[in-house]
């Protein structure tokens, strides 16, 4: 039996060229299938039924060579793709080419950025570009993660362990606006935490007065959370006055940005995140507005002395004597062991767009919510739920119960003809379109309208 080629070697990389093609002419092959449209017709069922007709044999006794085109035109055939105008449910970028082509690279050579024997020059890079997105927010280092889940985490993590989580001034507590991202009270769970302070957002956002009050009287030590880019509306919290009333009462702030950090890029945007320097720690995600395959998460931190927290020895990693001689120590990066060098395909894309593209794709996409926006509330047949922040855009048939408005989604999905989110931030179920296409055009937002007039039960 001749032994598979390796993917790194000089003879790797040169099997690879045959193989790419395989692969996208089964990307092709599989969109087609789709024809054309975002995801597949016929709901789970018949997708299931057709990957497990198609699969057949998970481990065969002997191997198929025709498995690579086998499979990825399945995969491709019953995916949602996110780089259709009518796929626009949620916080889910379609990645630039030049940083999918990066992310093959990474993959390729496969370095493991826990320590720097596995991955010197990765583990470079990912310094000079982590301290420079750092510095975008007046922070002084920053954290790659798998997304805002972990970057939420992290910062509670973090929190806890800067306050003496043992002291004698109790537990860290949460407070949070219920607005907030579903993970910040998984994180408290997960970190043996008090449950959350809740403090209502009957507008959407958290408000100085609201969040005062919360705080008013309430035990030390307190690590506020602020939202910039909510996921059900896109809104975003004022920070500059939650940030003084934060410092009035010796609170730290954490900002969850997942969403809204991608207005940075945009000279015309950025404005929005004012007073996002003053937080302790910010959570990034560049597989949303950055336009990144997954994952691509950031957590900036304002105080480095926080790292000490993370700080783990294992003597085969990061031995003291290898420390001490000028090895670089990585497990102190992150609280994961083996990590991809995701930091390769973002360094690609700041490289290779620059501030000014990247502010472009920003710019295009916030308009197009506009633009959406405006198209919904001049059609007498929908309402539109406000202006939009980013590039989300809430709408609802006029008229319409919660339930005919949640079958239209359901039949939309089912015939494969558009792909909407759902949200309900006033107690009523509403559509949801995050635009994060820029390639998307005025008639497609056109016929995504028709399509929910069409599919919207009488």
């Known amino acids: 039996m001749t032994t598979p080629p390796l993917a790194s070697t000089a003879g790797g990389t040169t099997a690879l060229g045959p193989l790419l093609d395989t692969v996208l002419d089964a990307l092709r ?13 016929g709901g789970p069922d018949t ?41 626009a449910a949620h916080l889910h970028c379609p990645p630039l080419a030049v940083a999918a082509a990066a992310d093959l690279a990474a993959t390729v050579l496969n370095p493991s950025l826990d320590s720097w024997d596995q991955a010197p020059a990765a583990s470079a890079l990912e310094t000079l570009v982590t301290k420079a997105l750092a510095k975008e927010v007046h922070a002084a280092d920053a954290l790659v993660t798998t997304g805002g ?14 306050h003496h989580p043992h002291g004698p001034h109790g537990p860290l507590r949460l407070v949070r606006g219920a607005n907030a991202h579903h993970s910040l009270p998984r994180a408290a769970w997960l970190l043996g935490l008090p449950d959350p302070v809740v403090v209502p957002t009957p507008g959407g956002t958290l408000t100085p007065a609201a969040l005062d009050e919360a705080l008013t009287d309430l035990p030390r030590p307190i690590l506020v959370n602020a939202t910039a880019g909510t996921t059900d509306a896109g809104l975003i919290d004022p920070l500059t006055d939650l ?133 919904v509330d001049a059609h007498p047949r929908f309402d539109l739920y406000g202006t939009p922040t980013i590039s989300t855009v809430l709408f609802r048939p006029t008229g319409a119960t919660d339930t005919a408005v949640a079958d239209t989604r359901r039949r939309l999905l089912h015939d494969g003809q ?13 559509l949801k379109a995050t635009l994060l296409n820029p390639h998307t055009r005025p008639g497609d937002l056109a016929t995504l309208l028709k399509l929910v007039e069409g599919h919207t039960p009488a």
């Not at 690609?348 to 990247?358: D, H, N, P």
């Open 29 to 41: 092959e599989g969109a087609e299938t789709r024809g054309g449209a975002p995801l597949p017709a």
């Open 47 to 87: 997708v299931t039924t057709h990957l497990r007709h198609t699969v057949g044999e998970v481990l065969p006794r002997h191997g198929d060579p025709d498995a690579l085109r086998t499979l990825v035109r399945a995969f491709a055939a019953g995916a949602a793709d996110p780089a259709h105008p009518l796929c």
């Open 149 to 162: 889940t972990e970057s939420n985490q992290l910062a509670l993590l973090l929190a806890r362990e800067t």
């Open 243 to 375: 940030a003084d009333v934060c410092a009035a009462h010796g609170a730290r702030l954490h900002v969850d940005a997942a969403y809204g950090g991608g207005l940075l890029f945009s000279d015309h945007h950025r404005h929005r995140l004012n007073g996002l320097d003053r937080a302790h720690t910010i959570t990034l995600d560049l597989h949303k507005l950055g336009w990144q395959p997954i994952a691509a998460g950031l957590l900036a931190i304002h105080d480095a002395t926080d790292l000490t927290a993370l700080r783990h020895r294992a003597d085969y990693l990061n031995a003291d004597d290898d420390t001490e001689a000028g090895l670089p120590d990585l497990l102190g990066r992150s609280p994961r062991t083996t990590r991809r060098p995701d930091i390769l395909k973002i360094a690609v894309t700041l490289k290779s767009l620059g501030r000014e593209g990247l502010g472009a794709l920003v710019d295009q996409v916030c308009a197009l919510a506009q633009e959406f926006a405006t198209l």
């Open 418 to 430: 558009a792909v909407l989110g759902r949200a309900a931030p006033d107690g009523r179920l509403w």
